[in-house]
Nanobody
Framework: VQLQASGGGLVQAGGSPRLSCAAS????????MGWFRQAPGKEREFVAG????????YYADTVKGRFTISRDNAKNTVYLQMNSLQPEDTAVYYC??????????????????WGQGTQVTVSS
């Protein structure tokens, strides 16, 4: 599967952008999907994950209650709605896919497929 993330940019603190990740192929609904982020000088960290059907989600504590992951299997797309953004949310955001993992998988190396990343910069 090939992944293409979009929707990043410069956002003011408190803003609410939505990231999208479009996947190629006809088997999108067989992949657990995740969003990760990487800030300068830091390791890539898990943000949110969603099950194949979209019925189950899992969030990092740092974004729980502010971010919402969802997917539209008919459109081969996963979304990340981000609310109440803060400067510490500034990072490159990546979508990831894996056919074998469960929704609570948080280790980047456990995902086989990655998008190219989209930069989100939050200004104070």
């Amino acid at each position: 599967v090939q992944l293409q993330a979009s929707g990043g940019g410069l956002v003011q603190a408190g803003g609410s952008p939505r990231l999208s990740c479009a996947a190629s192929g006809r088997t999108f609904d067989t992949y657990v999907m995740g969003w990760f982020r990487q800030a300068p000088g830091k390791e890539r960290e898990f943000v949110a994950g969603i099950s194949r059907s979209g019925g189950r989600t899992y969030y990092a504590d740092t974004v729980k209650g502010r971010f919402t992951i969802s997917r539209d299997n008919a459109k081969n797309t996963v979304y990340l709605q981000m609310n109440s953004l803060q400067p510490e949310d500034t990072a490159v955001y990546y979508c990831a896919a894996d056919p074998d993992r469960v929704v609570g998988t948080t280790t980047p190396s456990d995902y086989d497929y990655w998008g190219q990343g989209t930069q989100v910069t939050v200004s104070s």
